[in-house]
C-alpha cells in the first residue's frame, strides 16, 4: 500500500523528532502519482482513462539557457491522442498541449479527461508533454542517474520545463506543416502554474491557457502562509465542529501518549500500523497527511485519483469520527477517521508508515531550489498545532539534503506574483484560472477576473482541479455548467485566433455537437 | 587608430580569402564601444557625457536558470544617477532603467542622453546596467578567465542577462524601501531588444519599454535575410546614384587590381594602409565595415558616436566620391570616400586594418549561440556583391571558432518574432518601438502599431537609436517632436500606474517644466 509523502508541518513543529526523522522537510505536496501506485510505464502506445494516444519521445536539450559546447540531450516522452472518427482538423487545427506535473504523464492524461472529451469538439489534437526528471523523461538515461546528485538534478526547474514546452511545440508544429495552429494549453496543480506561465512567458506558441487549481500566488509573502492549512481545517470544520474539534484535540492526546509507558506501542496498535513506531511524529504526520490530501480530493462524486474513496470524503470521515460509540477515545475516533482514507476497500490489514522507496523525489529537489511555498499553521483558525514557517531550518535541510540553497525569491521575480491583478490588467491575456474552494491550494489561486480575458472561474463547492476530471454520469450541475464556460472561452479563442483567416477549419469544429461530454 | 570590426559578408563570398582571415566570422555588428577607442572605466563615480553618477556594483548569479549547488556569483557594475536639484522623487518615485548592450555600460550612459535629460520631468531616478561578459561585468573576476572557453563564456545570453535585470531591479526597490516604483525600461540596438523583451517576459518588473532601434525580427525567415544590406544601400542610392554605382563597380576593380602585378601593394598605397595587404579581402570587408557603419550612424548632425562625422555623413561620402576630378579611377573616389568615415579629422597618417587586439569579442560568441541573424546581399538592390547566407559554413566556424555550435531557432522560440502583430495585437503592453528607416537595422525592427499601446515610432529620416542621443542644439525639429511623442506615452505609462493611488508623486513630476530637453 502506498501512502501519501509526509508534509513538514509537524516536523518542524516537534522538537521531539529525531534528527534523522527530519531528514526530508518536503513542502507541502500536490496530489500526483507519487502519492499512489504508478500506473505501467508503457514504452509503446497506450490507452490510458480509455483515451489512446501514440508515445513519442523528442530529443529534447538539457540546458536550454547555457552554451557550454558541451550539448546534453534527453529523451522526453510525449503522448498524441490517436485520430479517431472525430479527430484532428489537420494542419491548422487546434492543439491541445496539456503541461505535464511532477510525474508520469499517463497518470496525467488518464486524470485529466476534459482535455480528451473536449477535444473532438474542436477537431483538436491531443498532447500530453511528460515533465523532465519524471516518469520516463530522464535526462542521464535513467532515474538512478539523473536523481544522482545536485549536479545532475541542477536542471530540474520550470523555467527549463516550460522552455521544453516550448522546443517540443515549435518542432510538433513543423514536423506537422501546421506553424499556424493555435495552442491550447492545460494544466492542473502544478501543471496548472505551468501552463499560466507559459502564457505569459511564451505567448507566441499557445494562444490561450487553461490554468487549473494553480497556486501561483503561493510563494514569498504574496498570500498570507497560514492559508493553505486554514483551508484544510475548514474543509473539516464545515462538515462538523465537534469532527474539527476532534482532530484539533488529538495532537495533544497523541503526544502524551507516545511519552507514556510503551506508549509508541500502544499508538502502533490503536492505528493497526505494521511495525512499532520510533516517534509520535512520523504517525502526526501520517495523519496530516491524510486530512491535507482529503481537502483536495474531496470530490462529490466517488475519485480513485489518489485512493479510492467515497463522494464527499470528508464528509465520510468526519461521520466516521463523530459516530463512534459514546466513550470512545479521541485516537480511536482518529483512527476510524483516516481509515476512510487510507483503507476505503477495507482490504489493508496494517499501514507502513514509511513505504516510500524512491527516497529523494523531483517535488523534494523543486522545493528545496526555486519552489518554495512558505506555509504555517494558525493558532486560531486551523485544527492543526500552530506552527510558524521557519524559513532558516528549511533552507539548511535542503543544503543538507541535496546540496543546495533555495532561492526564496527567484519565482516571483521570474514570474511575479505580487500584484498580479494590476500588473496584468493591461498585460496578458487568454487565461482561465479554475479553483475550487474546497482545495487548500485555491489559497494561492487567483480567485479574482484580472481582465476581460484573465479571468477566474471559482466553484464553491470544487475541490483540486476537478474541472479537468473525466466526466462522470454523477457529476453535479454546476461541475457540468462550469466546464462548458470554460469551453465557451476557449472557443473565443479559436475564433479569434482564426478570425478571418481559416474560419472554414474552425466551423468544421464549431458545427459538431457541441455537448460538452 | 580603432576601426569597426568587419562584416562577414565579403568573408563568405570571397573564397579567395585564405583561412587565416576566415579564422573570425562576426555577424553585422551594431555600432557600439568595440567599434572605437573605450572610455576610460572608472571604478568611482563618473561623469559620462555630462550626466553625473554613481558607480555601484551588484552581486549577481552566474546561472539564474539551474542549480547545481555549485553557486557562482559575479559582480555586475550599474550606474545610478546622482541625485541633484532635479532627482528622484524617492520611495514610490519612477526608475528609469537603461538595459545594457554589449559593450561598457559607461559608453552607452554618455550616448543615450534622452533616459537623463527625461529623468528630471519625471522625477526619476535613472540606473544604467552592465550586460554580463561586458565591460566591468566580468564573470570569474576578469575578462581573460571569463572569455577563457567555451565553458567560461556559457552563461553570456540574452536570457541570462534579462534575469541579472529582473533580479538587479527587484533588490534595488527593495533597498530602496521602493518596491511600488514603475520602471520604464530603455535601451538601443541590441539593448532595445532586450528592452522589449525583457517588458514582454517581465512584465510585473517594467510597466513599459522604450526599445530603440531593435531589430527583434531579424532572426531565421522573419524578414528578408537581404534588407541589411539592402537598406545600407538605399542610403547610398538616395544620396547619389553616381555614388552607389562607383560603389557596386568598386569591388570587381579591387579584385582585378589585387590579382594583378603588384596589386596587393598598389591597393596598400592606394588607400594609405600602413602595412602591405594579405588579401584583397580584408580591404573589401574594411570597406563594407564603413559602409555599414555609415548608415547606421547616418545622423543630420554631426556625431561622434564612433568616430567624428559630418551631420549627413553618407552625403558627404557620396560627394567626396562623385567630386574628384574627372579620370579618377574609381578606387581613387572610394578612398576619397572613406576618408571621411575613418579619418574626418584629418589626423590619420595610415590606416592599420587589423588593429582589433581584443581577439574573441562577446558579440561574436552571441552571433555564434543565439543571435543567428542571417545576411544575404541581393543580386538587384544591393551595391554590395551578391551573396547568399550559408547557414552550414556559419555553424562550422563556430563550432571552428568557439567550440560552439549555434541554435539558430532559439532565439523566436523563446521571445517570439513570427506574426508578432496577430502575437502581440491582444497581448502585451507599453512598447515603443523606434526605427529610423536610414538605419539598415530598421528592417529587422517592427514599423508597425501593433496595438494601442505597442506602438511603432518611424522617423524616415533617422538612423541608429537617434532618438535616444543626446539632444543637440542642430537636432532638427522632427526629432524633437519625436522625442516628444516618446515622453508622452511614457508619461500616459507613469499616469496608468500611479492611477488613483501615489498620484501626488508622479504629480510632483508633471508639473515641472515640461520641455523635452
Known amino acids: 500500500m502506498h501512502r501519501p509523502r509526509r508534509l513538514p508541518l509537524l516536523l518542524i513543529l516537534l522538537g521531539l523528532l529525531p534528527a534523522v526523522a527530519r531528514a526530508l522537510l518536503p513542502p507541502p505536496r500536490f496530489p500526483g502519482p507519487h502519492a499512489r501506485p504508478r500506473p505501467r510505464a508503457g514504452t509503446g502506445d497506450g490507452v490510458g482513462g480509455g483515451y489512446e494516444f501514440e508515445t513519442r519521445y523528442f530529443r529534447q536539450r538539457l540546458d ?59 477537431a483538436a489534437l491531443v498532447v500530453f508533454a511528460e515533465h523532465r526528471y519524471y516518469g520516463e523523461s530522464m535526462p542521464f538515461g535513467s532515474k538512478d542517474k539523473a536523481y544522482n546528485n545536485s549536479r545532475s538534478m541542477a536542471y530540474l526547474t520550470a523555467e527549463q520545463a516550460l522552455a521544453d514546452y516550448a522546443v517540443l511545440l515549435t518542432d510538433l508544429k513543423r514536423n506537422l506543416s501546421s506553424e499556424s495552429s493555435p495552442v491550447v494549453l492545460f494544466g492542473g496543480s502544478y501543471g496548472g502554474m505551468l501552463a499560466a506561465w507559459m502564457r505569459l512567458k511564451y505567448p507566441h506558441i499557445a494562444v490561450g491557457a487553461l490554468a487549473s487549481s494553480a ?50 506501542l500502544k499508538l502502533s496498535k490503536t492505528f493497526h500500523l505494521c511495525q512499532t513506531l520510533n516517534t509520535t511524529g512520523a504517525l502526526s504526520d501520517w495523519l496530516s497527511s491524510a486530512y491535507s490530501y482529503l481537502a483536495m480530493v474531496d470530490y462529490p462524486m466517488p475519485s480513485e485519483f489518489l485512493m479510492p474513496l467515497p463522494a464527499n470524503p470528508i464528509k465520510e470521515v468526519c461521520r466516521n469520527i463523530d459516530k463512534q460509540p459514546e466513550g470512545s477515545s479521541i485516537l480511536e475516533r482518529i483512527y476510524a477517521g483516516v481509515n476512510i482514507y487510507y483503507n476505503y476497500t477495507g482490504t489493508v490489514d496494517c499501514f507502513d508508515l514509511d513505504d516510500d522507496p524512491h527516497g529523494m523525489g523531483g517535488w523534494d529537489w523543486q522545493a528545496c531550489t526555486e519552489m518554495v511555498m512558505p506555509m504555517s499553521s494558525s493558532e486560531g483558525l486551523s485544527m492543526f498545532l500552530p506552527d510558524e514557517f ?92 462550469l466546464r462548458e464556460s470554460e469551453l465557451e472561452i476557449i472557443s473565443g479563442w479559436l475564433s479569434d485566433h482564426y478570425g478571418a483567416r481559416g474560419g472554414a477549419l474552425f466551423q468544421r469544429a464549431t458545427n459538431k455537437d457541441s455537448a460538452a461530454s
Chains 1, 2 share one sequence.
Do not use: M
Open 64 to 122: 536550454h539557457f547555457s552554451f557550454s559546447g558541451e550539448e546534453e540531450f534527453f529523451q522526453q516522452r510525449y503522448l498524441v491522442g490517436r485520430a479517431g472518427a472525430g479527430g484532428w482538423a489537420g494542419p491548422g487545427g487546434p492543439i491541445f498541449f496539456y503541461c505535464g506535473n511532477e510525474g508520469d504523464i499517463a497518470w496525467f492524461a488518464a486524470n485529466s479527461g476534459l482535455v480528451w472529451d473536449a477535444a473532438p469538439r474542436f
Open 215 to 264: 497556486p501561483i500566488l503561493q510563494f514569498e509573502d504574496i498570500v498570507p502562509d497560514t492559508i493553505f492549512y486554514d483551508l484544510v481545517s475548514n474543509d473539516f470544520k464545515r462538515e462538523s465542529l465537534s469532527c474539527f474539534q476532534t482532530i484539533k484535540d488529538s495532537w495533544k492526546e497523541l503526544d502524551e501518549q507516545g511519552n507514556g509507558q510503551d506508549g509508541l
Open 390 to 481: 521557519d524559513y532558516a531550518l528549511y533552507a539548511d535541510d535542503c543544503v543538507k539534503n541535496f546540496g543546495v540553497r533555495p532561492r526564496p525569491r527567484w519565482i516571483s521575480t521570474e514570474f511575479g506574483g505580487h500584484n498580479i491583478s494590476s500588473v496584468l490588467e493591461k498585460f496578458g491575456s487568454n487565461i482561465i484560472f479554475f479553483n475550487g474552494l474546497l482545495d487548500p491550494w485555491s489559497g494561492g489561486g487567483v480567485l479574482k477576473n484580472i481582465s476581460e480575458s484573465v479571468v477566474a472561474i471559482v466553484a464553491p463547492l470544487g475541490a483540486h482541479h476537478i474541472d479537468l476530471r473525466p466526466a462522470t454520469k454523477e457529476d453535479p450541475d454546476w461541475l457540468v455548467s
